[in-house]
């Protein structure tokens, strides 16, 4: 079973920034694309990042682009999202997810955490 476990969200004001960690215990991390999603009241859970395997590739929605950065580290078995110029509008509790196999974006991953709130406040 694998199982993501994600840390490191908190109230922030608008303008900084916050580091999500999600540690997967397992299978063999490497054998897993990545992915972080957020869901914010009232609406539906929506893609933010992914990356692959290798963590050479690596996807953003439109709206975090040149603001957020995913990375991996697969000696750690742990997914990051650093989060900078973070804005009201990214408040969300945000999910890790894990996939066997290839990156994606959509929401068909096999695996996810319980979520981590973060919010921003103005």
């Known amino acids: 079973q694998v199982q993501p476990v994600e840390s490191g969200g908190g109230l922030v004001q608008a303008g900084g920034s916050l580091r999500l960690s999600c540690v997967v215990s397992?299978?063999?991390?490497?054998?897993?694309?990545m992915g972080w999603f957020r869901q914010a009241p009232g609406k539906e859970r929506e893609f933010v990042a992914a990356?692959?395997?290798?963590?050479?590739?690596?996807y953003y929605t439109d709206s975090v682009k040149g603001r957020f950065t995913i990375s991996r580290d697969n000696a750690k078995n742990t997914v990051y999202l650093q989060m900078n110029n973070l804005k009201p509008e990214d408040t969300a509790v945000y999910y890790c997810a894990a996939v066997y196999g290839p990156i994606r974006t959509d929401r068909s991953f096999d695996y996810w955490g319980q979520g981590t709130q973060v919010t921003v406040s103005s």
């Open positions: 397992g299978r063999t991390f490497s054998n897993y694309a």
């Open positions: 990356i692959s395997r290798s963590g050479g590739v690596k």
